[in-house]
């Protein structure tokens, strides 16, 4: 894992939007995964005033709340569109977000599955990081394997995104996720985690032991993960003189 840690939020952003347009501009074509909440908003407008052509990239959302339509406020369809789709020229048919309002949703998240297949896979996948260590919506417990399917959020993730339905009752109790086996296979990961209530899951997720516990520590086993993260988040994190120094010393050609 290389461990991007900033002085801000703001300053690990603009790096991981350095990074997504690389890819955009060297690949026209390339498939991204993305991540929705509080912690790639600021990405999404960097990526926006990067003037990029996404005319030919193709996007895979991680999650949906099920039973919401799309039109919903708070649905991950409405985040997409308001923050990044409705901003840059892709073409609709190129976007995939899962289906919350599925009526076979084991259907649906295996067309899913196939679609990702069918587009290449993933070229990086965009996450952020639950309090409680979750990636996706794969909550603790979840398996290392799992595939795009039906999840129940947990007591903690409904408190955390009350703030976003106005209370926490009318939060879901469930979602489709992408599942850990899901996102494993993309060919690059980039986490973003900002803020001190993120502190002990980048810790358990870096430098703890793989766990379904820690969904996210699942990315130990992944080839290419960069997290870009804030001092805050990275304040539990026991090497993480080690890690500034590596970056701050990186050979010129591996800089973005
Ligand atoms: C959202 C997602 C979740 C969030 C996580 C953190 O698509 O997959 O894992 O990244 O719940 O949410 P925020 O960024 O709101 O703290």
Request: hydrophobic content about 40%; aromatic content about 8%; overall charge neutral.
């Amino acid at each position: 894992m290389e461990i991007i840690i900033q002085p801000t939020a703001e300053a690990a952003t603009a790096i991981a939007a350095r990074l997504m347009g690389k890819l955009i501009r060297e690949k026209p074509a390339a498939v991204l995964g993305l991540a929705t909440g509080s912690t790639p908003e600021s990405l999404y407008g960097h990526l926006v005033g990067q003037k990029l052509d996404w005319s030919r990239i193709t996007t895979f959302n991680l999650d949906e709340y099920v039973g919401i339509s799309p039109q919903h406020p708070q649905s991950y369809h409405s985040f997409m569109w308001e923050k990044l789709f409705r901003h840059v020229n892709i073409a609709i048919k190129n976007v995939n977000i899962p289906d919350g309002l599925a009526n076979n949703i084991p259907a649906s998240c295996e067309t899913y599955e196939k679609k990702i297949a069918a587009a290449g896979g993933i070229d990086i996948q965009l996450l952020g990081i639950g309090t409680n260590g979750h990636i996706g919506f794969n909550e603790q417990t979840s398996s290392l394997a799992s595939r795009t399917r039906i999840k129940t959020l947990t007591p903690q993730t409904r408190k955390d995104n009350a703030r976003f339905f106005g209370s926490e009752e009318a939060v879901p109790h469930h979602v489709i996720t992408m599942g850990i086996g899901t996102i494993l296979e993309a060919r690059q990961c980039l986490l973003l985690a900002f803020g001190k209530k993120k502190a002990r899951a980048i810790a358990e997720a870096v430098e703890g032991p793989i766990s379904s516990m820690s969904p996210a520590s699942a990315l130990q086993q992944h080839p290419r993960v960069t997290l870009c993260i804030d001092e805050e988040a990275a304040s539990e994190l026991k090497l993480s003189e080690y890690y500034r120094w590596v970056y701050d010393n990186k050979p010129g050609w591996q800089k973005v």
